[in-house]
């Protein structure tokens, strides 16, 4: 092929593993939005980079018409990735709206148990200083 592929774009390429490998095993939502966000902001970038005018996919068309399916066909899948991680942030969202009315619940039930834990606290002391008292 006459026209080889920008080197950011082969750059873009050998970058994505370590992208990838940075969201396994996360379980912390806050670190996950932050990791796809950044995953994000990198797969924008390299997407446009690769079709934008003048991009890569338009020099692999003029040399290659024949791949023009196939490069249909990605530029589709950028898309749909992209549409995957807009989903992906959405169900965040909502998980983390969820896990804020956990936490919420989870302390109004501290302070009842508190409360409760208090009173009894204060009614054993109140009937051991009865039967201190003299209260026989």
């Known amino acids: 092929m006459s026209n080889e592929p920008a080197p950011r774009e082969i750059k873009g390429h050998a970058d994505l593993p370590v992208l990838l490998r940075a969201l396994d095993d996360e379980s912390d939502l806050g670190t996950l939005r932050g990791k796809l966000t950044a995953l994000e902001g990198f797969l924008v970038r390299h997407f446009d980079e690769e079709t934008r005018d003048g991009g890569w996919f338009d020099l692999l068309r003029g040399d290659r018409p024949e791949c023009d399916h196939e490069l249909k066909r990605l530029a589709q899948e950028h898309e749909?990735?992209?549409?995957?991680?807009?989903?992906?942030?959405?169900?965040?969202?909502?998980?983390?709206?969820?896990?804020?009315?956990?936490?919420?619940?989870?302390?109004?039930?501290?302070?009842?148990?508190?409360?409760?834990?208090?009173?009894?606290?204060?009614?054993?002391?109140?009937?051991?200083?009865?039967?201190?008292?003299g209260a026989d």
């Open 80 to 133: 749909d990735i992209l549409d995957s991680l807009t989903k992906l942030f959405h169900w965040i969202g909502e998980c983390e709206e969820q896990l804020a009315k956990i936490f919420g619940e989870v302390e109004g039930f501290r302070l009842l148990l508190q409360t409760h834990c208090d009173r009894e606290h204060r009614l054993a002391l109140d009937a051991l200083l009865v039967d201190e008292g």
